[in-house]
């Protein structure tokens, strides 16, 4: 099985900084897309920052200037360095990549199960 796992979430004061992983393991042939998202309480689910092949990167436009989405590929692993946070960052965190792995004959979709991050003095 493949399966992807965040952590580093936490309560933080406004201003402060956090850096959220997330790890992939499993039988994994390749790695394409991966992606941050966020849910705040009671909120539709939003797009945070997508980082590709190439290390090509978008960000939302709530959170640029603020936050790093970044990858080391031999750890299978993406970071996202969150930093000037505020408590409308105040979210679960979830990891999605776009895997290939031994069972699938193209990419597919993943989550993580999330991690909490909660802004507030």
């Known amino acids: 099985q493949v399966q992807l796992v965040e952590s580093g979430g936490g309560l933080v004061q406004p201003g402060g900084s956090l850096r959220l992983s997330c790890a992939a393991s499993?039988?994994?042939?390749?790695?394409?897309?991966m992606t941050w998202y966020r849910q705040a309480p009671g909120k539709q689910r939003e797009l945070v920052a997508i980082?590709?092949?190439?290390?090509?990167?978008i960000y939302a436009d709530a959170i640029k200037g603020r936050f790093t989405i970044s990858r080391d590929n031999a750890r299978n692993t993406m970071y996202l360095q969150m930093n000037s946070l505020r408590p409308e960052d105040t979210a679960v965190y979830y990891c999605?990549?776009?895997?290939?792995?031994?069972?699938?004959?193209?990419?597919?979709?993943?989550w993580g199960q999330g991690t909490q991050v909660t802004v507030s003095s």
């Open positions: 999605n990549a776009a895997l290939l792995t031994r069972v699938s004959a193209a990419p597919t979709s993943h």
């Open positions: 499993g039988s994994i042939f390749n790695i394409y897309h």
């Open positions: 980082i590709r092949g190439g290390d090509n990167t």
